[in-house]
């Protein structure tokens, strides 16, 4: 299994990005996705995570700013982010659920076996 992670940069406070996540070697609509974030010092968290139904959570200090979505054609998926501050600077990770199917979004990272190399998102005046 292979994700390659795109879409890092660096943003003014208040512009927005879009991460993606392009993934090859499973059966992409089986299994839920998660980006995570690691920022310096930090814990790597979770940000956000979609299953294979489509069902999704938000970490409390992402709701309403960022937004995860799947597109099964092209095995990829995404991670709007808008209202962007500066504590969102860190690492993204995308992250393969190791279920397939599961019903709810997995929050527990070692329910995650692949992980993309990491973008990095800078958000900084």
């Known amino acids: 299994v292979q994700l390659q992670a795109s879409g890092g940069g660096l943003m003014q406070p208040g512009g927005s990005l879009r991460l993606s996540c392009a993934a090859s070697?499973?059966?992409?609509?089986?299994?839920?996705m998660g980006w995570f974030r690691q920022a310096p010092g930090k814990e790597r968290e979770l940000v956000a995570g979609?299953?294979?139904?489509?069902?999704?959570k938000y970490a409390d200090s992402v709701k309403d700013r960022f937004t995860i979505s799947r597109d099964n054609a092209k095995n990829t998926v995404y991670l709007q982010m808008n209202s962007l501050k500066p504590e969102d600077t860190a690492v993204y990770y995308c992250?393969?659920?190791?279920?397939?199917?599961?019903?709810?979004?997995?929050?527990?990272?070692?329910?995650?076996?692949?992980w993309g190399q990491g973008t990095l998102v800078t958000v900084s005046s």
């Open positions: 979609i299953t294979s139904g489509g069902r999704t």
């Open positions: 070697g499973r059966t992409f609509s089986r299994y839920g």
């Open positions: 992250a393969v659920d190791s279920t397939p199917y599961r019903i709810l979004v997995a929050d527990d990272i070692s329910k995650y076996d692949y």
